[in-house]
């Protein structure tokens, strides 16, 4: 496939589980980001990869919350000890180059995280 | 404060009419602004990008248009279809500026009836 791919789908778990969710982006594109959408809200951005540099991490809610993206291609989201408002739909983009070009990102469908 | 402001927060609308969604923000300066579609359950997939030196942009029946002196911008949708259904978000990135600065508005959820 060509697009973004995200895994799972769907997600539900209890309170205070840990839980992985994985972000396959487009093959050479080398800026990578995570946002979350609760229900009826915008994006909110959670943290950004570009390249070799280091992550920006300004978004992540709480250290709860980790990113990694290995070798530059495939990135995991963490969510250690969650909490129900957790729960949202976490979306991955993906874009050839950094934020300031005017490239779109292009995402995926996202995970739907539940927490009951 | 939201950055963002979108315009109405939903829309019903005949198949076959237009339609103008509105987006008002106050980054400054800024990069680019962007309009994405969004169906219920997918991500956002891209419409239109345009710089601060450009005031319209079109693709297909969806046309965009910017007011950088009045920091407005809008989304202008001819002859609806049912696939429009969706919402429509607007984004303005400031320049040279980390990623948390890429503002999404709340979006503008679209409906057309038959």
């Known amino acids: 496939g060509a697009g973004v791919s995200q895994s799972p789908s769907n997600k539900v778990t209890e309170k205070g589980k840990d839980v992985e969710l994985r972000c396959d982006p487009i093959s050479g594109h080398t800026a990578l980001y995570w946002y979350r959408q609760s229900l009826g809200q915008g994006l909110e951005f959670l943290i950004y990869f570009q390249g070799n540099s280091a992550p920006d991490k300004s978004g992540l809610p709480s250290d709860r919350f980790s990113a990694e993206r290995t070798g530059g291609s495939v990135s995991t989201l963490t969510i250690q000890r969650t909490q129900q408002e957790d729960s949202a739909v976490y979306l991955c983009?993906?874009?050839?180059?950094?934020?300031?070009?005017?490239?779109?990102?292009?995402f995926g469908d996202g995970t739907r995280l539940s927490i009951l | 404060k939201n950055q963002v402001e979108q315009s109405p927060q939903s829309l019903i609308i005949l198949e076959g009419k237009n339609c103008t969604l509105q987006?008002?923000?106050?980054?400054?300066?800024?990069?680019?602004l962007r309009w994405y579609k969004q169906d219920t359950g997918r991500g956002p997939v891209s419409l239109t990008i345009m710089t601060f030196s450009e005031n319209t942009k079109s693709n297909g029946r969806y046309t965009a248009t910017l007011d950088a002196d009045t920091k407005q911008s809008s989304l202008h949708i001819t002859a609806s279809q049912l696939s429009d259904s969706a919402s429509y978000i607007c984004v303005v990135s400031a320049p040279y500026s980390s990623a948390s600065k890429i503002i999404f508005g709340s979006g503008t959820r679209l409906s057309i009836r038959p």
């Open positions: 987006c008002n923000y106050t980054v400054s300066p800024f990069s680019n």
């Open positions: 983009a993906s874009s050839p180059r950094g934020q300031d070009s005017n490239q779109p990102q292009h």
